[in-house]
């Protein structure tokens, strides 16, 4: 079946820092991509809608230049978490969509931030 | 707004036994729903969509509208069922976004 690839899989990093994560469609296109938040115990949240060589849809409450988006091909979308604070660690999750396969979701294994 | 709620977050039966996780959704039009699982330390991964009425690993779920439920079933859980699962509702638009439940944490005993 079909892979979504995200990198890397955990990563720490001091507070002020920025964070990126990459997620890879691996044998399928996707023109979207989306990316979610997800805390401890609970449900996926929401972030963005990526579009390929577009700008990013963003949900309500979610801070554009906090999390920045880009989404340069068809494979690839990319979530940058900018001047990173204890409160923005979690785990992200993105999925992608196949823009052939009859549109079926597909999901990467996330990635856990943790900002010190 | 859509919203999608799953009454239980721990759900726990015994091998063998019935199983139903409860599925509710709020939505102002023609809903597509689905059932993701979440083995441990897995992925997220599509279990099943009502559009394809389909059973896979012998669940199945029903789409009701006049309850607006989506429960998943399955007649004889076993202990590789132990998962979390995901309610998820399809919104509108043509990014047909996800809003997902917040899940119920299934564990077969045996």
């Known amino acids: 079946g079909a892979v979504v690839s995200q990198h890397p899989s955990r990563v720490i990093c001091k507070s002020g820092t920025s964070v990126k994560i990459e997620c890879r469609s691996l044998d399928f296109q996707a023109t979207t991509m989306f990316w979610y938040r997800q805390f401890p115990k609970q449900s996926l949240m929401l972030m963005a809608t990526?579009?390929?060589?577009?700008?990013?849809?963003?949900e309500q409450g979610v801070e554009k230049d906090k999390f920045l988006i880009n989404h340069a091909s068809l494979t690839l979308s990319t979530l940058t978490v900018t001047s990173a604070h204890p409160e923005d660690s979690s785990f992200y999750i993105c999925s992608a969509r196949d823009r052939l396969q009859s549109g079926e979701l597909f999901f990467g294994e996330g990635s856990r931030l943790t900002v010190l | 707004a859509q919203r999608v709620t799953q009454p239980e977050k721990l759900l726990s039966v015994f091998k063998g036994a019935p199983v139903e996780l409860k599925c509710n959704y709020s939505?102002?039009?023609?809903?597509?729903l689905f059932w993701y699982v979440q083995y441990s330390r897995q992925r997220l991964q599509l279990l099943l969509r009502h559009i394809s009425r389909e059973s896979i690993k012998g669940f199945t779920a029903d789409l009701n509208k006049g309850e607006t439920s989506f429960h998943l079933k399955k007649p004889f859980a076993q202990e590789e069922d132990s998962a979390m699962y995901y309610c998820?509702?399809?919104?509108?638009?043509?990014?047909?976004?996800?809003?997902f439940g917040s899940g119920t944490q299934l564990t077969v005993l045996p």
């Open positions: 998820a509702l399809s919104g509108p638009g043509s990014a047909r976004q996800l809003t």
């Open positions: 939505y102002s039009g023609s809903p597509e």
């Open positions: 990526s579009n390929e060589g577009s700008k990013a849809t963003y």
